[in-house]
T-cell receptor, first 112, second 118 residues
Framework: SQTIHQWPATLVQPVGSPLSLECTVE??????LYWYRQAAGRGLQLLFY??????ISSEVPQNLSASRPQDRQFILSSKKLLLSDSGFYLC???????????FGPGTRLLVL | AQKVTQAQTEISVVEKEDVTLDCVYE???????LFWYKQPPSGELVFLIR??????QNEISGRYSWNFQKSTSSFNFTITASQVVDSAVYFC???????????????FGKGTHLIIQP
């Protein structure tokens, strides 16, 4: 069966510090991968998606970036965090040609 | 542009009552997919159901049922005989046409916080 991992689970960072969140998927090959952000009291917003290694599409311009160095690894990064980057970050995967997305446990980020 | 509206921000019912969560969507595509996800306090989104735009059959899974009506662009979710464990935030989501090998993100509603009181 497929499993999706995210770490860290919780992170508190000062404004201006860098960020690296990692997501890995097990039990499948060539997945589509996604990063979403959920701000407090709001719905989920798609940030990035990837259909393959090195292929990243951005949905919302911001100071975040994403990379996919390996088939089942998706990384969300920032060089300098802003207060507005606080939120709950969810990684998701879907099969190539599949519509359903399955989500990881999420990372809670608090920028102070 | 696609849009999902969940007008009910919060619903509170007593255990064993039936409850319906509303979802209204907007899309220009003729082929699309609708989803419901459950988000318990732990935060992880749990997939509940997916419906294709060309299949309007309602679905029942245990105490859960879904009513898909293209005429009113609605995809409502009913929990029968609610239980405390049903307490969570429920999200309705939409994905427009999906071409093989491509990827489309989900457009989510803002969620309905369901509280089941014992």
């Amino acid at each position: 069966s497929q499993t999706i991992h995210q770490w860290p689970a919780t992170l508190v960072q000062p404004v201006g510090s860098p960020l690296s969140l990692e997501c890995t998927v097990e039990g499948t090959s060539n997945p589509n991968l996604y990063w979403y952000r959920q701000a407090a009291g709001r719905g989920l917003q798609l940030l990035f998606y990837s259909v393959g290694i090195g292929q990243i599409s951005s949905e919302v311009p911001q100071n975040l970036s994403a990379s996919r160095p390996q088939d089942r690894q998706f990384i969300l990064s920032s060089k300098k965090l802003l207060l507005s980057d606080s939120g709950f970050y969810l990684c998701a995967w879907s099969r190539r040609g599949g519509e359903t997305q399955y989500f990881g446990p999420g990372t809670r980020l608090l920028v102070l | 542009a696609q849009k999902v509206t969940q007008a009910q921000t919060e619903i509170s019912v007593v255990e064993k009552e039936d409850v319906t969560l509303d979802c209204v969507y907007e899309t220009r595509d003729t082929t699309y997919y609708l989803f419901w996800y459950k988000q318990p306090p732990s935060g992880e989104l749990v997939f509940l159901i997916r419906r294709n735009s060309f299949d309007e059959q309602n679905e029942i899974s245990g105490r859960y049922s879904w009513n898909f009506q293209k005429s009113t662009s609605s995809f409502n979710f009913t929990i029968t005989a609610s239980q405390v464990v049903d307490s969570a935030v429920y999200f309705c989501a939409l994905s427009e046409r999906y071409s093989g090998g491509g990827a489309d993100g989900l457009t989510f509603g803002k969620g309905t916080h369901l509280i089941i009181q014992p």
